[in-house]
């Protein structure tokens, strides 16, 4: 089954605009949340990052949100830049175990 | 800092030969690291845990005979795939755990793994 799921597979939004990534989990166990951004053929580089504690979190153009109750997160960047085309993952970890479960990507184009 | 590095890049090997990937920790020492493999359009998918000084912890699913690994210091990890068949053929990326305790894992850039 698939614990952590992004049901969007691609997303093109204009330069300068907002670009809204969401992801859903299942398991409610998972207390600590994560985005990376991939590349083809590179490994993931970390974005940012959100406690089960928090509802939202920020870093320059990049915010996090959580709902726990609707056991869902979302990644707003703002303003888009054509730098930020790339494959979006979330991902989830919980109970200590500092191992993520991985979401299925979002594929982010952003239109010059 | 935190960087994680692997070699090789790529590598292409027959069938029925063995393949050793390695990631290593270059400015921090990490006493957890993961391996993951990616199929092409698809998620990243845990194998298994890797503790310096024991026994790898694989994920459901995994052969631990097939996939070995040894985390023998603490700047090292290492992926073996033994006697590869062309289904194994697929992206290895490694991660260590951030060295101040935090949840985020810092990623290698990841092997390609060809077996023909």
């Known amino acids: 089954d698939q614990q952590v799921k992004q049901n969007s597979p691609s997303l093109s939004v204009q330069e300068g605009r907002i670009s809204i990534l969401n992801c859903d989990y299942t398991?409610?166990?998972?207390?600590?949340f994560l985005w990376y951004k991939k590349y083809p053929a590179e490994g993931p580089t970390f974005l940012i990052s959100?406690?089960?504690?928090?509802d939202k979190n920020e870093d320059g153009r990049f915010t996090v949100f959580l709902n726990k109750s609707a056991k869902h997160l979302s990644l707003h960047i703002v303003p888009s830049q054509p730098g930020d085309s790339a494959v979006y993952f979330c991902?989830?970890?919980?109970?200590?175990?500092?191992?993520?479960?991985f979401g299925t990507g979002t594929r982010l184009k952003v239109l010059a | 800092g935190a960087v994680v590095s692997q070699h090789p890049s790529w590598v292409i090997c027959k069938s029925g030969t063995s393949v050793k990937i390695e990631c290593r920790s270059l400015?921090?020492?990490?006493?957890?690291m993961f391996w993951y493999r990616q199929f092409p359009k698809q998620s990243l998918m845990l194998m298994a845990t890797?503790?310096?000084?024991?026994?790898?912890?694989?994920e459901q699913g995994v052969e631990k005979d097939k996939f070995l690994i040894n985390h023998a210091s603490l700047t090292l990890s290492t992926l073996t795939v033994t006697s590869a068949h062309p289904e194994d053929s697929s992206f290895y990326i490694c991660?260590?755990?951030?060295?101040?305790?935090?949840?985020?894992?810092?990623f290698g850039p990841g092997t390609r793994l060809t077996v023909t």
């Open positions: 991660s260590a755990r951030d060295p101040g305790g935090r949840y985020e894992q810092y």
């Open positions: 398991n409610s166990m998972f207390d600590y």
């Open positions: 959100i406690s089960s504690i928090k």
């Open positions: 991902a989830a970890s919980g109970s200590g175990t500092y191992k993520y479960i």
């Open positions: 400015d921090f020492q990490a006493t957890t």
């Open positions: 890797s503790n310096e000084g024991s026994k790898a912890t694989y």
